[in-house]
Each structure stands twice: as C-alpha cells, then as structure tokens.
C-alpha cells in the first residue's frame, strides 16, 4: 500500500502495535510520541521495511503539536490515514476524591489533544478530498463506571468528536473510524495507577486480555475495507468480558 500514517502515542501499546502491522502492509510511518528514545529504537527497527519519520511531541501542547506537524518535510507532508490514538487515563477515584491535575490530564490529553492534531491534518486531507481518520476511544466512551467519571466523560467526547468529523468530513472523501476498545493489556494501567505495578496487574488477571494486536488487527481491517465501505464504529471486548466492570475470572 503506497500510503502514509500519523500515528499519535506509536511508542507503545496500540499505537506501537499498529505502526508494526502497517510496516507489514508497506505503509510508511509518521510515528509520534513524547518518548524520543522509543521512538527512534522503533524508527530503527521498522525503518528496514518501510520509511519512517518521527515526532517529538505531548499531545496536550497545541503549539508543539502544530510547530512538529508544520516542519515535516514537504514528501511527508500527504497524510492518508490518521490514528488518533494518544490518551490515558490518570487515577480511579470517586468524584469527589478526584485530583485536579489528574482531570487537566486526561481533558487536556484525550479531547484536546486529538483535536490539536486533527486541526493540523484535516486541511490537507481536504484538499485531497481524500483520508482516513481513526480515534482510539474506549468502552468507556460508551458507558460510565464507578470511579471514572472524568476518564469516561473523555471519551464520550471522543465518541462525540467522531460522529461529528464523519458528519463534517464525509463530503470530503473521508472516512471515520471509531473504535472503542474493552480491556486491553498494555501501560494502560500502569498509568492509571501511577506506576504501582501489582494494581496494574491486578486488572488483567484470571481472563485473557486484549492485546495490543488485537486493536491493530481491527484498525487494518478498517482502513484496508474496499473504498466504498466505512467501518464507523467498534466496540472490541475481550472473550470474557461483558461490560466496563463486567469481566468473568477464572
Ligand atoms: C480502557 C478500558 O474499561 O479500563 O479504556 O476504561 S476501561
């Protein structure tokens, strides 16, 4: 596939998963994040199939944001497909235990941020009348849970941010991808819970996960569908979960 990704959080996770089942299907890589080095390690090793550019940035940075996607080289500068997918949650408290700078976080991170890039891409896709947009929200975009009041209020606006690119941008040839991710084992935890590891852990045991694959799987499928077809909306849950706090252990 002769095209190009902008791959937003492509250090780890779904992003990283996703930069390497693209590099399979031949298509070059904008990989962005704020871990220089694991970038580069990345950049290195994908680099033997396909071209790779990085970017150094915190999504939550307009001016970063808009300054790193400005100074792309002119022959990067055609943009397929962008995967919204940078984005944490930070903390899991009860509203009114919740710290400020946990919610600035995520608001800032998870709706901004995806907004500040998705400002710089759009034109260019428009011009082209031609693109792929896909957001990486969550199943807590689509229901809220005990304790996550702010993270899933995040994510609904991402919810919302898809329906309204696809109403805005459909006239434009280009298509929008949602796709709302149940569990899925990466540093997604270990943020959340601010790096103590056994909670992290806790999470995933006595079930199979998702894995980061899983997602990238999903997100080849949709930007592989035939031209005609638009994959708008996922819901992925791991086999043995049924909703956000519903999950059967063994
Ligand atoms: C990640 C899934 O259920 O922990 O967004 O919010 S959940």
Known sequence: ??????????????????????????????????????????????????????????????????????????????????INNAGNAHGLSAIQDGAIEDWDAMIDGNVKGLLYVSKVVIPNMIKRQSGHIVNISSIAGKETYANGAVYCASKKAVEAISQGMRLDLTQHGIKVTNIAPGAVDTEFSLVRFKGDLEKAKKVYEGFHPLQAKDIADVIVYAVTAPAHVTIADLLIYPSAQAAPTTIYRK
């Open 1 to 82: 596939m002769n095209k190009t990704a902008f791959i937003t959080g492509a250090s780890s996770g779904i992003g990283l998963a996703t930069a390497q089942a693209f590099a399979a299907l031949n298509i070059n890589l904008i990989l962005c994040g704020r871990r220089k080095d694991r970038l580069e390690e990345i950049q290195k090793e994908l680099s033997k199939k396909v071209k790779v550019i990085t970017l150094n940035f915190d999504v939550r940075n307009n001016q970063e944001v808009t300054h790193a996607i400005h100074s792309l080289p002119e022959e990067w500068k055609t943009i397929d497909i962008l």
